[in-house]
Every structure is written in structure tokens, then in C-alpha cells.
């Protein structure tokens, strides 16, 4: 075993040494796994509170979709995010998320997690206790049997089987007793140790003005000097996000490293943004976060306040799998709320939005200057105009999978004269958003209303003739004079005949 561990040790110093700290923390779990050693624990401790710092908790409710593309601080993410469900699930959403944990793989950073629910009042539901039991006894050794043996006190006369699992998984527990490290791995233990230490002290040096630097890029987003101190600042330490910033500051970066530092390091990076902001789907420029894709608030619990991180981000795009469907309105109208935070003043894009979303933004007197529907608004059309016109700054709007009747009523509208543009696309099947992503749109028109530029079509040649003619007749309400029609000439003889009797609304007609 010494040796093995002395293999799994020297991977992990190799790591360190080389700046990949969350691989050096991977080897220490693995060594972990071969002898449940307190003194890697202390050290999977140090180094995961080191690379959690700032890092944003994640919800149980959403583990599966970390499951398939898992990171190293996936884990103690997840357990922040338990801990604090804990706190207001029920008993069988707790047990159900009791049962996840069990199918981990063996980690000791799960243990500190289930004993700080056994000290909660809803641990002594049964559901909840047996789940604990379950967990725990799957870990291996247990450290600490204070929180278990409290529980066990307050198990009711009428539980008594419960109490024997409990004391058997107690009494397991504790027997498990670790081997004791050869002294040459305590020391190398040790060492390890101390270099962390070293690491994290020389890190403070300077930490406030960075700090500061920070602060000014996300008050000032332009400011790119401070980005460049900042960068240098960074780089002296070997933090990569420093690399980031440098390269795309200049003028001609190197898109293949870029693309090697996203791939390392893109999943830290946009951590701190929270668990509604779905893996991956986030763009960064000049080094910060500007856009995002939301993925939803599976745990059901009020939104997370949007933190400092946030303030550089201009849109938000919720094409992610995020289900509108399963929300029912106390739901999804916090979510207004939460967009008019400060911490979210530049977010000027909103992309792939539901008609109950912007339901949920009459009244925020929001940023917003460009806005994607989809789905269509069916029969909430009133409703999502009201919504849309409290937007003092919306200029820019497209409507995704809409009808004509959604085309006649903001043709018409008082908000449309104060549209720089307007777009909307149709499909003949899934006009209810039900659209495979490979599906073409029947037509697509987009029109500048505020300019009154021509009323724009893009036909396709395999196309319902009747919804468009309802379409090009609706868009008369813009009141643009010219029209404009592409794609026309691949139609049928009646189709196209159809479509000239619809034009004499405007003044103006082309026929490309």
C-alpha cells in the first residue's frame, strides 16, 4: 500500500507544483480511497476550501446534468447547495436527494455534509434518518459520531428499529479504523501542506489591489487599462484567467490558445455567476463574462441573488432546455424581480424568452433594448404587449415560431412606431414552440418600423399560402410603404396569385 500511495503522493505534488490544483486534488482523493487517512483528509479540506472560494453553491435538484460532464469542484459545490435545501426541502425530497449521494463515488468531503443535516430538526423524520444511515455507512470511516449520536437521542419510543440502524452504522463507523501512515508519507504530508499554506499567503500579498482592480472592470466594463493591470497582476501569480484577458485584449489573439484556456478553465470561470447559468453556455470577452444561457431553477427555491460577477453581463440567452411549461406563475414572476437587480443593469439582451417570462416584466422599467419571443404568445397576446411597451428602452424585438394574428397586433400596437426592428419567424408544424431544431421556417419577415423601411419576406418554397397572405396583409399596419418579397418565384401559380392579390396594400411591391 505505501507504495501505491507513495505513487498516488508523488502525482499529486507533480500537480501542485504545476499549478493544476484541481488535478493534485483529484490524486488526493484517489489516495484517500486507498487508505481513508485522516491526514488526507485535513488535505482535501485545505485544497478543496481553497478552490471553492468564491465558487457559487449548486442544487441537488440539478446534479444529473453534472453527472455526465462532472468537474472536480462539482462535489463540493453540490454539497453547499444540499446543505442549504436541507434546510427548507421536504422530508422526501431530502431522502430522494440522500439516495443521490449514495450513488457518488466514496468521497470524505460528503461526510461534514450528512452530519450537518443530522444536527437538523428534520433529520429525525424516518425517511430522512434511514437515508443519513444509508449514506454514511457507504462512506466508510466516520470521523465524528457526535451529530449521529444527538440524533439517535431524539428518535422517538416508536422508532426502535430506526435507533439500531443508527447505532449499527455508529458502531461500523468508528471500528473502521484507518491504518497509520509510514512516516515518510506523514511527512510528505506535511509538506504538502505547507505548500498550500505558502501558496495562499503569498496570494494575500497584493489580493486588495487586485481586488480594487477588479472592482473598476466591473464598474466600468470599458475601462480596458484597468483589465491590463489586472491581467499583469494575474499573471505574475500564473492564474490563467490572466492569460485570458491578455489575449483577448489584443489585437490579434491566439484563437487556438484561447480556445485551450476555455476548455481548462471555462467551467471555474463562470462558477461564481451560480447554478441558473447552465455549463458551458457562457461567452466571455476581454476576460469577463457577457453572455450567458440560463438553464432554471430546478430546486425550486428562491432565486439566488446575482452576484458581483454579474455586472458585466449584457445578455442572457434561456435556449438552455429551460422548460417554461413546468413553472406555475408565483414561479416565473420572480423572475422579474430578479432581472430589475442592480448587479444586472448592463444585461440589455434577452434571447429565446416565454411568453410567461415577459408576463413577469410589466412594471421593471428594465434595460432591455433587444428582445427574442418564442414559442409565439397564443392567447396572452394583450398581456405580452402590455408586458413589452413597460420596456422603456426596447428598440430591437423578434418574435420566434409566431402567427399572423401575433404579427396584426404589434403591427398595430403603439410600440411598434418605436422600433428600430422587427422580426418574426413562421412554421407551418410546432407553432406552439414544438419545432425540431433542424426545421426551416416557413418565412421569415423583418421590417424597421421606426424608419419605415420596407416590410422584408423570406419564403420558403414548401409553405402554407394562406398564413402568409394573412401575414403580408397584418404587416400593412406597420405602415411601411414598400414591400418586399424573396423566394416567391419557386411558388405555385395559385400560390403566387394568392400573394398578388394580398400586396395591394402597399405602394411599393419587388418581387426578387
Given amino acids: 500500500m505505501s507504495q501505491v500511495l507513495s505513487g498516488l503522493l508523488e502525482r499529486v505534488e507533480d500537480a501542485f507544483a ?5 488535478a493534485a486534488l483529484e490524486g488526493l482523493l484517489d489516495a484517500w480511497r486507498e487508505t481513508q487517512a485522516r ?27 453534472y453527472r455526465f460532464r462532472p468537474h472536480p469542484m462539482d462535489v463540493p459545490r453540490l454539497l453547499a447547495g444540499f446543505v442549504e435545501e436541507a434546510r427548507v426541502l421536504s422530508p422526501e425530497y431530502l431522502a430522494r436527494h440522500l439516495g443521490t449521494l449514495q450513488q457518488w463515488p466514496r468521497d470524505p468531503r460528503v461526510l461534514p455534509a450528512l452530519l450537518a443535516v443530522a444536527r ?25 459520531a457526535t451529530p449521529l449520536r444527538s440524533l439517535r437521542e431524539k428518535l422517538l419510543p416508536s422508532q426502535p428499529l430506526l435507533a439500531e440502524r443508527l447505532e449499527e452504522v455508529i458502531h461500523l463507523g468508528l471500528s473502521r479504523v484507518p491504518p497509520a501512515l509510514a512516516p515518510e508519507v506523514q511527512a510528505r504530508c ?51 484567467l490572466g492569460e485570458l484577458i491578455s489575449l483577448q485584449c489584443a ?28 455549463r458551458g453556455g457562457t461567452r466571455f470577452e476581454r476576460g469577463f463574462p457577457v453572455a450567458v444561457q440560463m438553464q432554471g431553477n ?51 439582451s434577452l434571447r429565446r424568452v416565454s ?20 414559442g409565439g404568445v397564443h392567447t396572452e397576446r394583450a398581456e405580452v404587449l402590455r408586458a413589452l411597451s413597460t420596456l422603456p428602452s426596447l428598440s430591437s424585438l423578434r418574435l420566434e415560431s409566431g402567427e399572423p394574428a401575433d404579427l396584426e397586433l404589434f403591427a398595430r400596437s403603439p410600440l411598434a412606431p418605436r422600433l428600430e426592428r422587427f422580426e ?71 400560390a403566387n396569385e394568392r400573394l398578388r392579390e394580398a400586396v395591394t396594400g402597399y405602394e411599393r411591391v419587388r418581387w426578387e
Fill in 120 to 144: 437538523l430538526p428534520v433529520a429525525s423524520r424516518e425517511s430522512v434518518a434511514k437515508g443519513l444511515c444509508d449514506a454514511v455507512a457507504g462512506i466508510g470511516v466516520l470521523y465524528d
Fill in 190 to 240: 506535511a509538506a504538502l501542506g505547507a505548500a498550500i499554506d505558502s501558496r495562499i499567503v503569498d496570494e494575500r500579498r497584493g489580493a486588495a489591489l487586485r481586488e480594487e482592480l477588479l472592482a473598476r472592470v466591473r464598474e466600468a466594463p470599458e475601462d480596458d487599462e484597468a483589465r491590463r493591470v489586472l491581467a499583469d497582476q494575474l499573471l505574475m501569480l500564473e492564474d490563467p
Fill in 298 to 348: 430546478p430546486s425550486r427555491l428562491p432565486l439566488p441573488e446575482p452576484g458581483p460577477s454579474w455586472k458585466t453581463v449584457e445578455e442572457i440567452d434561456w435556449s438552455a432546455g429551460f422548460l417554461w411549461d413546468d413553472w406555475e406563475e408565483p414561479l416565473y414572476q420572480d423572475w422579474g424581480q430578479w432581472l430589475s437587480h442592480p448587479h444586472l443593469r448592463r444585461v440589455t
Fill in 39 to 65: 491526514e488526507l483528509v485535513a488535505l482535501i479540506e485545505k485544497l478543496t476550501a481553497r478552490l471553492s472560494e468564491g465558487l457559487s453553491p449548486l442544487m441537488m435538484a440539478a446534479a444529473s446534468q
Fill in 355 to 374: 411568453s410567461q417570462l415577459v408576463r413577469a416584466l410589466e412594471g421593471w422599467s428594465l434595460p432591455v433594448r433587444h428582445l427574442e419571443l418564442t
Fill in 18 to 22: 504545476r499549478r493544476r490544483e484541481e
Fill in 251 to 278: 489585437e490579434r489573439p491566439d484563437e487556438v490558445r484561447l480556445s485551450e484556456l476555455l476548455a481548462a478553465h471555462q467551467v471555474r470561470w463562470e462558477a461564481p455567476l451560480g447554478f441558473l447559468v447552465a
Fill in 424 to 494: 418574426m419567424t413562421h412554421f407551418t408544424e410546432g407553432s406552439y414552440g414544438f419545432i425540431r431544431s433542424s426545421a426551416r421556417p416557413d418565412w421569415t419577415l423583418s421590417v424597421s418600423p421606426r424608419a419605415r423601411g420596407p416590410v422584408e419576406l423570406v419564403l420558403t418554397p414548401r409553405l402554407r399560402t394562406e398564413p402568409l397572405v394573412a401575414a403580408i396583409r397584418a404587416a400593412t399596419g406597420f405602415g411601411c410603404p414598400e414591400l418586399r418579397l424573396a423566394g416567391a418565384s419557386t411558388l405555385s401559380a395559385r
